[in-house]
């Protein structure tokens, strides 16, 4: 990852939901200007939390951040509103892709927006810019959301979130129920907009043979703390990161079973 200046900035955050059940336990990471740092770890690792609590979408559940802080350009943003956020530049694409089913694709990018106030020609033109990245939706753009396939839904909802006219974008487990050539077709836009658009992306993903071919820097996850960190081409050869999450070894790739009974020991958790 180039040297730059650091965008977002958690700091050591913990978050509780339900007053009860802590999930995140002491979780620090940087985002730099301009890269794309991935957060990996298997489901229920606190890679979704993690993203909320940036966002400012715990409350809707019940979670709140009660120790750290989160830092935007500098300044502390985890108790801003979700809207208040989107308007300073951060915005997440949702696990599931949650588009407007009722709505065309059209209406779902016209919906990201709603926040801006630059004048009705500024958003035609970035609606030109969406369908430059996503022809797809440009032929799909007068069908209903509900009715197009996985993969021209999670195309809408990051199309959606470009409509904000975002700096940052969080982006929640992307390769989700995709078949693989889409993922890496969707990866590659991602990959784009970040070079093109100079968009800095922090995405959560569980496939992370995908995300350290197209991130800069990660994070790795495991039951609500950070157990690894490094640059994506370090993380790529470590050792422990084949075995346990590439389902390699230096004897070559193992089997599931193999994987699944760890042969080798996690060393984070000794």
């Known amino acids: 990852m180039t ?9 050591n955050i913990e ?10 336990k002491g979780v620090s990471l940087k985002v730099p200007e301009g890269g794309i740092v991935a957060l990996l770890g298997a489901n229920g690792a606190g890679k979704t939390t993690t ?44 696990e599931g892709r949650h588009c407007f089913g009722h709505l065309t694709v059209e209406e779902n990018l016209l919906t990201g927006a709603y926040t801006r106030g630059d004048g009705r020609q500024a958003i035609e033109t970035d609606i030109e810019m969406v369908y430059s990245y996503f022809p797809r939706l440009k032929e799909r753009r007068k069908s209903l959301a ?13 199309g959606r979130a470009l409509m904000s006219n975002p700096t940052t974008i969080l982006l929640d487990e992307p390769s989700m129920g995709l078949a693989p050539q889409l993922v890496e077709e969707i990866f590659e836009i991602v990959r784009k907009l970040n070079e093109e658009r ?22 790795i996850l495991e039951s609500g703390r950070v157990v690894m960190e490094g640059s994506a081409s370090a993380l790529r050869e470590n050792e422990d990161v084949k075995e346990f999450y590439l389902g390699l070894s230096a004897s070559g790739r193992k089997s599931y079973r193999m994987v699944k009974h760890y042969k080798r020991r996690k060393r984070w958790l000794a």
């Open 3 to 11: 040297p730059s200046a650091t965008l977002l900035d958690v700091n």
């Open 15 to 24: 978050v509780i939901y339900n007053h009860v059940i802590l999930v995140l």
């Open 51 to 94: 993203l909320k609590a940036i966002s400012n979408l715990l409350r809707a559940e019940r979670g709140e951040v009660t120790k750290g802080g989160i830092e935007f350009k500098g300044e502390r943003v985890d108790r801003l509103t979700p809207n208040d956020l989107v308007k300073r530049g951060v915005i997440q694409v949702m």
């Open 146 to 158: 509900g009715y197009t396939s996985g993969g021209e839904q999670q195309m809408t909802a990051i």
């Open 198 to 219: 100079k968009v800095t992306i922090l995405l959560a993903e569980q496939n992370t043979n995908v995300a350290l071919r197209y991130a800069h820097h990660g994070y």
